[in-house]
């Protein structure tokens, strides 16, 4: 079963407008930590922003905030004020205890488009 | 220096050899992760190491890949007798500690083969 959804293959915003790119994840662990990652088309990987599962305020990093809901398992990102800088694609990612230690996995992805 | 650096970051082969990739993570970061990137999709994951133990292996898609890791620092990712399905990304992660902290990523080693 697929632990990190992404539903959104592509997603296209306006420049200056705010926009949402949905996660929804599966655990049961009580402790894990979920994480936004943006991958522009150089290929690099770039950390955005991290949510601990225990965190009771939802994390914003700049123009990034992420919609925890703990209940729904779900751990939205929110891009305020898109960029043409932020057209790339971004991944969720979710690290829970494992054998031994902790991994990460990731989503899918999204690919997000912002028009000038 | 600073960031994670792996190496080569392209690699053309033929079918049949063995490759091998490199892994020099941010000094001082105790864990280190292997993941493989398919063009234009998601991160699968293949390993982790915790100084220089594997806790979990179950990521290697089959015995042809093996990863080592020693002194705590430098990891090679060795792929023997390639495939084409092999062609992908293979990118390098490090953290300062397992289980804390978000995950440094290397520019990764582009594996092409023929």
């Not at chain 1, 632990?3 to 402790?31: H, N």
């Not at chain 2, 060795?78 to 390098?92: F, G, K």
Request: with cysteine.
């Amino acid at each position: 079963a697929q632990k990190i959804t992404q539903t959104q293959p592509g997603m296209f915003v306006q420049e200056k407008e705010a926009v949402t790119l949905d996660c929804t994840y599966d655990t049961s662990d009580p402790s894990y930590g979920l994480f936004w990652y943006k991958q522009p088309s150089s290929g690099e990987m770039i950390f955005l922003i991290y949510q601990g599962s225990y965190d009771q305020q939802n994390a914003t990093e700049g123009r990034y905030s992420l919609n925890f809901q703990k209940a729904r398992k779900s751990a939205n990102l929110v891009i305020s004020a898109s960029q043409l800088g932020d057209s790339a694609m971004y991944f969720c990612a979710m690290r829970e205890a494992d054998t031994g230690g902790f991994k990460t996995i990731f989503g899918a992805g999204t690919r997000l488009f912002v028009k000038a | 220096g600073a960031g994670v650096s792996q190496s080569p970051s392209n690699k053309v082969t033929e079918k049949g050899k063995d490759v091998e990739l490199r892994c020099d993570p941010i000094s001082g970061h105790t864990a280190l992760y292997w993941y493989r990137q398919s063009l234009g999709q998601g991160l699968e994951f293949l390993i982790y190491f915790q100084g220089n133990s594997a806790p979990d292996k179950s990521g290697l898609p089959s015995d042809r890949f093996s990863a080592e890791r020693t002194g705590g620092s430098v990891s090679t990712l060795t792929i023997q007798r390639t495939q084409q399905e092999d062609s992908a990304v293979y990118l390098c992660a490090s953290s300062y500690k397992l289980g804390a902290g978000e995950l440094f990523f290397g520019e990764g080693s582009r594996l092409t083969v023929l």
